[in-house]
């Protein structure tokens, strides 16, 4: 299904009821036609003398209609950034960004009200190959600590930022860098910090043949 805002604005009001305890003030709630995101909340953080994030505030949820999703999983995209929202508004620390706390919560809401949260949404195949732009990719191909491949998209003006953090991560043992305008890496957001994503070593192979590698 391709959500409306009236509709999400009626689920936000039942999930708050049901799911949050009708704890969650009514925010925006607005549709994107981004592909690097399924769901999202945006907010400016709010921090205590220390510079500790306490709360937030001009809270925004973005939903996006270029993911034809069955009706549950929008539903489940929107309660998942709710649990983002709740988060924040009560101040509480997590231990990352899908850490302790929200898996708690998740938990919770799939065991109390029959949902199928996850951390991610899983894109089909055809979602994937969907997007054919042609444009730049600059992108870390990493060798990890067990064994797995990742790769990292990164923002051009992150590039040495990222390659920093690569250098002193436990995590990863290896790093190659590389540019390509193959439309297959559009699959991967572009990243302003070291993330990574596994991938398959035989399916990204083919896509590095004609990569560009950067020194």
Same mark, same amino acid.
């Given at each position: 299904?391709?959500?409306?805002?009236?509709?999400?604005?009626?689920?936000?009001?039942? $999930?708050?009821?049901?799911?949050?305890?009708?704890?969650?003030?009514?925010?925006?709630?607005?549709?994107?036609?981004?592909?690097?995101?399924? *769901?999202?909340?945006?907010?400016?953080?709010?921090?205590?003398?220390? *510079?500790?994030?306490?709360?937030?505030?001009? $809270?925004?949820?973005?939903?996006?209609?270029? $993911?034809?999703?069955?009706?549950?999983?929008?539903?489940?995209?929107?309660?998942?950034?709710? =649990?983002?929202?709740?988060?924040?508004?009560?101040?509480?620390?997590?231990?990352?960004?899908?850490?302790?706390?929200?898996?708690?919560?998740?938990?919770?809401?799939?065991?109390?009200?029959?949902?199928?949260?996850?951390?991610?949404?899983?894109?089909?195949?055809?979602?994937?190959?969907?997007?054919?732009?042609?444009?730049?990719?600059?992108?870390?191909?990493?060798?990890?600590?067990?064994?797995?491949?990742?790769?990292?998209?990164?923002?051009?003006?992150? =590039?040495?930022?990222?390659?920093?953090?690569?250098?002193?991560?436990?995590?990863?043992?290896?790093?190659?860098?590389?540019?390509?305008?193959? #439309?297959?890496?559009?699959?991967?957001?572009?990243?302003?910090? #070291?993330?990574?994503?596994?991938?398959?070593?035989?399916?990204?192979?083919?896509?590095?043949?004609?990569?560009?590698?950067?020194?």
């Amino acid at each position: 299904m391709i959500p409306t805002v009236e509709y999400l604005e009626e689920r936000f009001d039942s $999930f708050n009821a049901s799911c949050f305890e009708g704890a969650l003030p009514r925010i925006p709630i607005k549709l994107s036609r981004a592909r690097t995101f399924v *769901g999202r909340l945006q907010y400016k953080p709010v921090r205590n003398w220390r *510079g500790k994030v306490v709360g937030g505030e001009n $809270f925004v949820i973005r939903i996006s209609t270029k $993911f034809d999703l069955p009706e549950a999983e929008t539903e489940d995209t929107l309660i998942h950034e709710m =649990i983002h929202y709740w988060i924040v508004l009560n101040g509480l620390q997590d231990s990352s960004t899908h850490g302790r706390i929200f898996r708690a919560k998740m938990k919770e809401i799939n065991e109390l009200h029959g949902r199928h949260l996850t951390i991610s949404h899983r894109s089909t195949p055809e979602e994937l190959d969907h997007d054919t732009r042609v444009r730049d990719h600059y992108f870390c191909v990493s060798k990890l600590a067990d064994g797995r491949t990742a790769i990292t998209v990164a923002a051009r003006t992150r =590039i040495r930022s990222i390659q920093r953090q690569f250098r002193w991560s436990p995590t990863v043992r290896s790093t190659a860098w590389y540019h390509s305008r193959d #439309p297959w890496f559009n699959r991967f957001p572009r990243c302003r910090s #070291p993330k990574l994503f596994p991938v398959d070593p035989a399916a990204l192979q083919p896509h590095l043949e004609g990569a560009e590698t950067l020194a």
